[in-house]
C-alpha cells in the first residue's frame, strides 16, 4: 500500500483497481427490471416524493452493487409502447426512491432518484450489470425470481467467425447459434 500511496498520491487522477475482472465484467450487461407500482410520499423535510417499486430489488440482482458495497446505480427510463404517454405536467423530473419487491424497509435501490412521472409497466435499465447481480439474487421473504432472458448481441465480425466455428464437424456453438445445422445470429442456414 506504500508504494501505491507514493507513486499514486490522492488527487492524481488516477483510481486503482482492486478487482480487475470485475471491472472487465460488469459493462458486459445490462439489468432491466419493470415498474410494477408507485405512490406518491413525502421526504422528511416535507417535500413531495414518489415510491417507484421495482420487479428487483437489494435481495436479488442488486444485493453487492447497493445493499454491500452502498453504491446508487446509474438507470435510463424506457416507457412502455403499450401504455399513453403521461401528460406535460408529469414529465418534469422529482425526486423519487426506487423500492425492491420485498416489501423490506431495506430493500431500497436508489433513495435518491430524479425521474420524471413512471406508469406500472415502465421500465428502468440498469448499465454495469455484468458482475456481481443475478449470481448474488435469493428467494429471500417467499420472494420469486424470473429466470433471466438473455439476449446476445453480436457483431456481424462475430457472427461470421461462429459461424465458421459451428461449421466444423463435431462442434457446436450452443449458446448464441446452436447446434451444427442450425440457423445464425441473421437467420442464415449454419452447416
Not at 58 to 74: M, W
Not at 137 to 149: Q, V
Not at 151 to 173: I, K, M, N, W, Y
Request: proline share 8%; glycine share 14%.
Amino acid at each position: 500500500m506504500e508504494a501505491l500511496d507514493e507513486c499514486f498520491p490522492p488527487g492524481c487522477g488516477v483510481r486503482i483497481i482492486a478487482e480487475p475482472g470485475r471491472y472487465f465484467a460488469e459493462t458486459s450487461a445490462t439489468l432491466f427490471t419493470t415498474i410494477l407500482g408507485h405512490r406518491a410520499s413525502r421526504a422528511p423535510c416535507g417535500a413531495p416524493l414518489r415510491d417507484y417499486h421495482l420487479s428487483d430489488g437489494t435481495y436479488g440482482s442488486f444485493r453487492i452493487q447497493v445493499a454491500i458495497d452502498g453504491l446508487e446505480p446509474s438507470y435510463t427510463v424506457l416507457r412502455s409502447p403499450l401504455l399513453p404517454p403521461p401528460g406535460p405536467k408529469l414529465s418534469a423530473p422529482m425526486a423519487c426512491r426506487l423500492w425492491g419487491h420485498s416489501g423490506r424497509t431495506d430493500d431500497c435501490v436508489h433513495r435518491n432518484a430524479r425521474l420524471p412521472a413512471l406508469q406500472d409497466g415502465d421500465w428502468l435499465a440498469f448499465d454495469y450489470a455484468g458482475a456481481y447481480t443475478v449470481c448474488s439474487a435469493s428467494r429471500f421473504g417467499g420472494g420469486s425470481m424470473a429466470e433471466p432472458t438473455k439476449l446476445f448481441v453480436l457483431s456481424e465480425v462475430a457472427t461470421r467467425d461462429l459461424g465458421h466455428l459451428a461449421q466444423r464437424p463435431g462442434r457446436t456453438c450452443g449458446s448464441c447459434c446452436g447446434a451444427v445445422g442450425g440457423r445464425g445470429a441473421r437467420g442464415e442456414q449454419m452447416g
